[in-house]
T-cell receptor, first 112, second 114 residues
Framework: GNSVTQMEGPVTLSEEAFLTINCTYT??????LFWYVQYPGEGLQLLLK?????DKGSNKGFEATYRKETTSFHLEKGSVQVSDSAVYFC???????????FGRGTSLIVHP | KAGVTQTPRYLIKTRGQQVTLSCSPI?????VSWYQQTPGQGLQFLFE???????NKGNFPGRFSGRQFSNSRSEMNVSTLELGDSALYLC?????????????FGQGTRLTVV
């Protein structure tokens, strides 16, 4: 079946540190991959996406590359800010499906 | 363009009661999905409606039901509430019939069952 595995949180970093949140997926074919972010008290919003192998999604300094060979879509940011504190969800959506499969979410806490 | 609107934002109900939550999708979006978010289980898919028809369904008991109206607005209903139904319920809408596109989420309804 289709599943998404994210690293357990919380991830705690100091401001300007480098961020990596790991995400791997299992799916047949070539799913589209997404990272969503949920700020406190809010719903999820799309952060970035990639629809085919080797695509790199990027937004607000965050990047993730679709790696078919390792079935991964790790989220990275070179220098985090306090305002990046949120919960990050990795999701995959296989071809022909209208419903994404979400990971459990990873909480990021950034200290000044 | 207005985003996805969910009402109410907060609800407190007593065990055994029923509750109805409402979701207005982004204008032009005909697909509406519902999710339950809890600290223990994460984000779990409830069901998805498209053009007033339930197109996909998650693994929830029959106490959870939904519907969609001709203007694409959707409601979900939970009957015979249990303490474990306390959660953030999120609604998301997507463009008409396009697959593999992003979902646009509302802010959610926080349901507390006491």
């Amino acid at each position: 079946g289709n599943s998404v595995t994210q690293m357990e949180g919380p991830v705690t970093l100091s401001e300007e540190a480098f961020l990596t949140i790991n995400c791997t997926y299992t799916a047949t074919g070539y799913p589209s991959l997404f990272w969503y972010v949920q700020y406190p008290g809010e719903g999820l919003q799309l952060l970035l996406k990639a629809t085919k192998a080797d695509d790199k999604g990027s937004n607000k300094g965050f990047e993730a590359t679709y790696r078919k060979e390792t079935t991964s879509f790790h989220l990275e940011k070179g220098s985090v800010q306090v305002s990046d504190s949120a919960v990050y969800f990795c999701a995959s959506q296989k071809g022909g499906s209208y419903i994404p499969t979400f990971g459990r979410g990873t909480s990021l806490i950034v200290h000044p | 363009k207005a985003g996805v609107t969910q009402t109410p934002r907060y609800l407190i109900k007593t065990r055994g009661q029923q509750v109805t939550l409402s979701c207005s999708p982004i204008s032009g979006h005909r697909s509406v999905s519902w999710y339950q978010q809890t600290p223990g289980q994460g984000l779990q898919f409830l069901f998805e409606y498209f053009s007033e028809t339930q197109r996909n369904k998650g693994n929830f008991p029959g106490r959870f039901s939904g519907r969609q109206f001709s203007n694409s607005r959707s409601e979900m209903n939970v009957s015979t509430l249990e303490l474990g139904d306390s959660a953030l319920y999120l609604c998301a809408s997507s463009p008409t019939s396009t697959m593999n596109t992003e979902a646009f989420f509302g802010q959610g309804t926080r349901l507390t069952v006491v």
